[in-house]
């Protein structure tokens, strides 16, 4: 097992990529700690995770949640060995019509609560210890409507890469996992929540289009990125944006829908040069 003994917390671990990790760190040995700010969700993911995790009702993007929580964590499980601050919001933000509340609540809970839980967590650490942040391909993409959340995920990079470096004297290495399109509740929330399954079944295709591998990642394909970077496979990796998307933003080419325009004009000059022979 390549967590065996360890002790891991990570926050939005009720649903999606955070619960795919928790059951893959468990399945690997470590005793995890999730939160989450659903309690009914929570007690599921406990419920079916076992006895080898616990749950807390948190809002990190709230002082007193944290402090709380960091005291709960020092009384149950005394330190930590892995952070995985996954916990995370979308929003729309399009440029000349974004409440400035919205903005600032993506800001909020996206990068600063993701910096103030590994800061009240750092002193629970052992050192060789690991931190992964959940970044985003939203760094790279330049989607219109997204500036928050474009802006934090790009900020999660260079936060981890300082922390990494304030980390260093204890060897506790600092990374970020960047998915790109992945199969979670996230996408059936905001403005997509009403989408009919006409609507939903379009977007899942044109993003599916826009990647090399012609699908969308599922949560169990991050999570075992995420067990990468929190275990000693890579314990020579420090401070680097570990992008988990199926080639998209880095192979853009080879996605089906670019393909599809590049076949036809590729085989008329296959044609062209037969005949010229």
């Given at each position: 097992?390549?967590?065996?003994?360890?002790?891991?917390?990570?926050?939005?671990?009720?649903?999606?990529?955070?619960?795919?990790?928790?059951?893959?760190?468990?399945?690997?040995?470590?005793?995890?700690?999730?939160?989450?700010?659903?309690?009914?969700?929570?007690?599921?993911?406990?419920?079916?995770?076992?006895?080898?995790?616990?749950?807390?009702?948190?809002?990190?993007?709230?002082?007193?949640?944290?402090?709380?929580?960091?005291?709960?964590?020092?009384?149950?499980?005394?330190?930590?060995?892995?952070?995985?601050?996954?916990?995370?919001?979308?929003?729309?933000?399009?440029?000349?019509?974004?409440?400035?509340?919205?903005?600032?609540?993506?800001?909020?809970?996206?990068?600063?609560?993701?910096?103030?839980t590994?800061?009240?967590?750092?002193?629970?650490?052992n050192?060789?210890?690991?931190?992964?942040?959940?970044?985003?391909?939203?760094?790279?993409?330049?989607?219109?409507?997204?500036?928050?959340?474009?802006?934090?995920?790009g900020?999660?990079?260079?936060?981890?890469?300082s922390?990494?470096?304030?980390?260093?004297?204890?060897?506790?290495?600092?990374?970020?996992?960047?998915?790109?399109?992945?199969?979670?509740?996230?996408?059936?929330r905001?403005?997509?929540?009403?989408?009919?399954a006409?609507?939903?079944?379009?977007?899942?295709?044109?993003?599916?289009?826009?990647?090399?591998?012609?699908?969308?990642?599922?949560?169990?394909?991050?999570?075992?990125?995420?067990?990468?970077?929190?275990?000693?496979?890579?314990?020579?990796?420090?401070?680097?944006?570990?992008?988990v998307?199926?080639?998209?933003?880095?192979?853009?080419?080879?996605?089906?829908?670019?393909?599809?325009?590049?076949?036809?004009?590729?085989?008329?000059?296959?044609?062209?040069?037969?005949?010229?022979?």
């Open positions: 097992m390549k967590l065996a003994g360890k002790k891991a917390l990570i926050t939005g671990g009720n649903s999606g990529i955070g619960l795919a990790t928790a059951r893959l760190f468990v399945a690997e040995g470590a005793q995890v700690a999730i939160t989450g700010r659903d309690q009914n969700t929570l007690d599921e993911a406990v419920a079916e995770l076992g006895s080898s995790a616990r749950g807390y009702r948190v809002d990190v993007t709230i002082a007193e949640d944290r402090k709380q929580l960091f005291a709960a964590l020092a009384k149950d499980f005394g330190k930590l060995d892995i952070v995985f601050a996954n916990a995370g919001i979308s929003g729309r933000t399009p440029t000349g019509s974004t409440d400035e509340a919205i903005f600032e609540n993506v800001i909020h809970t996206n990068l600063s609560a993701a910096f103030f590994v800061n009240s967590a750092a002193p629970l650490l050192d060789n210890g690991s931190i992964i942040f959940s970044g985003s391909v939203h760094n790279y993409l330049g989607q219109p409507g997204v500036a928050a959340y474009a802006a934090t995920k900020g999660l990079v260079s936060m981890a890469r922390i990494a470096a304030d980390l260093a004297p204890r060897n506790i290495r600092v990374n970020v996992v960047a998915p790109g399109a992945i199969k979670t509740p996230i996408w059936k905001g403005p997509r929540a009403n989408a009919s006409e609507e939903s079944a379009k977007l899942a295709k044109a993003f599916s289009s826009a990647v090399p591998q012609g699908r969308w990642g599922e949560p169990e394909e991050i999570a075992k990125a995420v067990l990468f970077l929190a275990s000693d496979d890579s314990s020579y990796v420090n401070a680097v944006e570990l992008i998307d199926g080639g998209a933003t880095g192979a853009p080419f080879g996605a089906p829908i670019i393909q599809d325009v590049f076949r036809p004009l590729s085989s008329a000059a296959k044609s062209a040069e037969a005949h010229a022979d």
